[in-house]
């Protein structure tokens, strides 16, 4: 279990954050309803969603080498 208080929480958090931002840009009635705002407190889902998708590739390895951590690792 990893505890949010942690840096590798904080990590996880951060890295299912990017990735649920990032798949819900793919959906087009969130899309406009979350991802609309780009300043602000809903601009960081905006944001958040731009890095899943344009360093998707990062993004993905970095999940993956958490979740060798987490399982294995921890």
């Not at 208080?5 to 969130?30: E, Q």
């Not at 944001?47 to 990062?58: N, Q, S, Y």
């Not at 958490?66 to 399982?71: K, L, S, T, W």
């Amino acid at each position: 279990m990893t505890n949010v208080y942690s840096f590798d929480g904080i990590l996880v958090f951060g890295l299912l954050f990017i990735c649920t931002c990032a798949y819900l840009k793919k959906v087009p009635r969130l899309n406009s309803w979350l991802l609309s705002e780009k300043k602000g407190v809903w601009g960081v889902f905006y944001k958040a969603a731009v890095i899943g998708t344009r360093l998707h590739v990062a993004v993905a390895a970095s999940c993956l080498v958490m979740a060798f951590y987490v399982v294995f690792l921890k």
